[in-house]
């Protein structure tokens, strides 16, 4: 076993996101109880371990120019990491990276690479997001340049207390018609990717690239919103990403491709999104819904979380896709019923998904996950739980007890040496960690790391892992 360890070791099994790159003929999830489940395969590292994503998003919206991604500083890392979190959604704007066509901000690709140097230092994966809000500067916000911005000279009015309502301002449904379908500018944003791909093809930190944030389109007469979705997924969204992805690829062959529905799939509405064609894509739907966002409590007697799940499965099911949830979480989290509704979204995402990024870590208030202190803000306390970042074999059962402050994994090891890494996030008391079958803890190493198990070979193992210990410290027995 020590030799095993060594070599292990040795092989940089503990290196961080370094790892996070598709295997070829990767190893899909066993059977779990439901079909979706049974058909939707977890993402997987170059070792064929699988993976699992918590974490946030991580974000500047406020700065722009010289001062871009001012906002971001490598706290955000440090802070997720300590809080158990693996994982960050870095949004960026193509306006910031393109100002004038052809012309790419040196700077802001340097920006971006010290953020990636920050998480890198703290082991945190982290989704490159080419983000967009109601199309771009254009009209008030961030996203695709103002010289990608074709309008026809349809109305645009602003509306500041319901700015998602202004994707349906005529000036911004023509503008994505002119993205989907002008030739000058599919070209233009295929570039704008192939920048950013050889750019960060070998960064270590780097999972994915998630290739447009929420995308929208132009309504037809008489054409209601679930119809449109689906049509604009079906005959815009889906040969976009087709388009982008042969681009990624001239680039960066390894990296995961992230692709999006519409926003209307929080509503619980199926994707009309049709088949990519490249064997490393990632469903990243977000997980939203409009009452709440509007301001309403969480209902759970509407039954949306069981809507939303039954929906948001069906397309990666087909496919074959893993799924990550790229954005989640309301705004009023305090509100009466909010409790429950974190507990149920949870484990919603936990059965089907292989991560989910929460919207947002920062510090202060609205959306923040933490306050200025760094303290958990009402609730979002629930996101932050034992999970497996890593599982070196195939996972048979992954729970969390609340109540027991109880957290089991099982799993048939691969048949090769490996280590399977857990995340216990910090307690008052601490954890005690124990194992069975042909397995042992090792302590976790010293850079930042969590403890981790190793397995014979194609032995079964259960890791538990209790809130033990009194005093404030991980126990690993």
């Not at 000279?153 to 005529?170: A, I, K, R, V």
């Not at 009023?332 to 919207?359: D, H, I, Q």
Request: aromatic fraction near 10%.
């Amino acid at each position: 076993m020590a030799l095993v360890v060594a070599s292990v070791l040795a092989a940089g099994a503990l290196a961080p996101a370094a790892s996070a790159r598709p295997a070829p003929g990767s190893p899909s999830s066993s059977p779990p109880p439901s079909l979706y489940e049974r058909a939707i395969p977890p993402l997987t590292d170059d070792r064929g371990r699988t993976l699992t994503l918590r974490g946030w998003n991580v974000e500047d919206k406020a700065n722009r120019g010289e001062d871009a991604l001012s906002a971001i500083t490598e706290r955000h890392f440090r802070d997720l990491r300590a809080n158990g979190f693996n994982f960050a959604r870095l949004l960026v704007f193509w306006d910031d990276l393109e100002p004038r066509r052809g012309q790419y901000s040196a700077r802001y690709l340097r920006k971006i690479e010290r953020i990636l140097d920050w998480a890198h230092q703290h082991r945190v994966h982290v989704l490159i997001d080419a983000h967009q809000d109601v199309f771009g500067p254009a009209f008030g916000h961030r996203g695709i340049p103002e010289w990608a911005t074709r309008t026809d000279g349809l109305p645009f009015t602003p509306n500041p207390d319901d700015w998602f309502s202004e994707y349906f301002q005529p000036a911004v449904q023509r503008a994505f018609t002119h993205l989907y379908e002008d030739p000058d500018l599919r070209r233009a944003q295929a570039a704008m990717w192939q920048v950013l791909a050889e750019r960060f093809r070998d960064h270590p930190a780097v999972i994915g690239y998630d290739l447009i944030n929420e995308p929208m389109g132009e309504l037809r007469p008489g054409e209601d919103l679930p119809t449109a979705a689906r049509r604009i997924e079906a005959e815009h969204l889906t040969p976009m990403y087709n388009r982008l992805a042969r681009a990624v690829r001239a680039e960066d062959r390894d990296t995961w491709l992230f692709v999006e529905p519409t926003p209307i799939v929080g509503e619980g509405v199926p994707t009309g999104l049709g088949r990519i064609k490249d064997s490393r894509t990632v469903y990243a739907p977000h997980f939203y819904n409009t009452a709440m966002e509007a301001g309403a409590d969480y209902d759970p007697d509407a039954g949306w979380i069981e809507a939303y799940e039954a929906a948001v499965t069906a397309y990666p099911a087909r496919h074959r896709m893993p799924v990550v949830v790229g954005e989640w979480g309301p705004l009023n989290n305090s509100l009466p019923n909010m409790g429950r509704f974190y507990r149920e979204a949870v484990a919603s995402l936990n059965r089907y998904s292989s991560g989910w990024a929460g919207y947002v870590w920062c510090y202060g208030g609205g959306y923040c996950a933490v306050d200025e202190h760094g303290r958990f803000r009402t609730n979002k306390e629930q996101t932050a739980t034992p999970y497996a970042p890593a599982v070196a074999g195939t996972v048979r059962s992954d729970t969390y007890d609340a109540g027991m402050r109880t957290y089991r994994l099982a799993y048939r090891a691969a048949d090769r040496p490996g280590v399977t890494e857990l995340s216990l996030p910090p307690t008052p008391r601490g954890w005690r960690v124990t194992v069975t079958g042909r397995a042992r803890v090792l302590g976790a190493p010293s850079r930042g790391g969590w403890p981790v198990v190793l397995a014979w070979p194609g032995s079964d193992v259960v890791v538990t892992a209790r809130e033990a210990g009194p005093y404030g410290r991980t126990d690993h027995s």
